[in-house]
């Protein structure tokens, strides 16, 4: 099933439920989806990869945020976009895990014969369309920097 189409399951069940939170999630990601379908040069539908890049898209502007509401102490604002932000995961693959992680980028670095820090553009390359969905950019740029010291 499409996301799409799942999303609108979904939006009818938080509705039915009275799920405010999920409905505004809900009905943030069908925006971005109906945006993305309407874009200039789309073609009016979207690729697994592009679903998965469009929910990490909005997943990150909730942690933004969420961290802005944070350091201004809105933990009123917090609370909703942590709630949302529980919501878009639920349609994210899953994150692998740290130590996953390490290893893969481990494999990389042994793959590309990188050395030193000055090779780090060649493995973020190659790291971040193996690992798209995987894992979080921030987590994978920091783990490379680390590894290649």
Do not use: C, W, Y
């Not at 409905?23 to 009016?44: D, H, M, Q, S, Y």
């Not at 933990?75 to 995961?89: G, R, Y």
């Not at 042994?110 to 493995?123: F, L, N, P, Y």
Request: hydrophobic residues 45%; neutral net charge; charged residues 30%.
């Amino acid at each position: 099933m499409s996301l799409e189409l799942n999303i609108n399951a979904e939006i009818k069940t938080a509705m039915l439920g009275k799920k405010e939170a999920d409905l505004r999630a809900l009905r943030a990601i069908k925006a971005a989806i109906l945006v993305a379908k309407t874009a200039e040069g789309a073609t009016g539908e979207l690729t697994a990869a592009e679903e998965s890049k469009l929910l990490q898209k909005l997943a990150k502007q909730r942690k933004d945020s969420l961290e802005i509401f944070r350091t201004q102490h809105r933990e009123d604002l917090a609370s909703k976009e942590e709630e949302e932000l529980a919501v878009i995961e639920r349609f994210l693959p899953k994150q692998m895990s740290e130590a996953e992680l390490r290893a893969a980028i481990t494999d990389i670095i042994a793959t590309t014969g990188a050395a030193s820090a000055a090779d780090m553009g060649k493995v973020m390359g190659v790291a971040t369309k193996q690992l798209a969905g995987q894992a979080d950019g921030k987590a994978i740029s920091a783990l490379v920097k680390e590894l290649l010291k």
